[in-house]
């Protein structure tokens, strides 16, 4: 049997007498400093902006009152979309089965304002009423979450939820 030839890149060569090497604490040092980094990196990439939050919210409504006037037209049938300040939610009343406030809806963000500035009381259940013709109202709503506001009205005649970008005063 013939001896394996020698492979020049498994040797090990050997270091220098002096040359530096990296002590355990060192690497210690070192990896407590990248996951610190880490950290201080990932925290800011979780925080959602809350204008995005804001539009994620007028678009759950959005689709709420576009189900309440189609189940109004389809049906041939008022329905209501309702707004209980207890439960800071928006749920549809009317127009066949699965309805409800608590059964289907959105809820509002937690920080989330809400004020309706032509609406006397705020304690009371407001109500969006939509027609078996498609048309629709209720009364103007405003949505505030951190300094970002939209103005949310309902077209009288199509029925349709309209938000617009206002100034938070």
């Not at 549809?92 to 699965?98: A, R």
């Not at 027609?131 to 506001?149: E, F, Q, R, W």
Request: proline share 7%; charged share 20%; glycine share 12%.
């Amino acid at each position: 049997m013939a001896a394996a030839a020698p492979r020049p890149w498994l040797q090990r060569h050997p270091r220098p007498p002096g040359a530096a090497r990296f002590t355990l604490l060192e690497m210690i040092i070192v990896l407590a400093l990248l996951l610190l980094i880490t950290g201080v990196v990932s925290s800011g990439i979780r925080k959602i902006p809350a204008f995005v939050t804001l539009d994620d919210c007028v678009d759950k409504l959005k689709n709420v009152f576009s189900e309440a006037s189609a189940r109004a037209v389809f049906q041939g049938q008022n329905v209501r979309v309702l707004y209980d300040p207890a439960a800071r939610r928006f749920g549809i009343e009317g127009g066949g089965e699965g309805t409800g406030i608590g059964l289907k809806g959105t809820k509002l963000p937690k920080d989330a304002e809400i004020e309706f500035p032509d609406f006397s009381g705020s304690d009371e259940t407001v109500a969006y009423f939509f027609y078996s013709d498609g048309s629709g109202g209720g009364p103007p709503t405003k949505i505030s979450l951190n300094g970002h506001a939209r103005l949310l009205t309902v077209s009288p005649l199509t029925g349709m939820l309209r938000a617009e970008v206002v100034d938070e005063d």
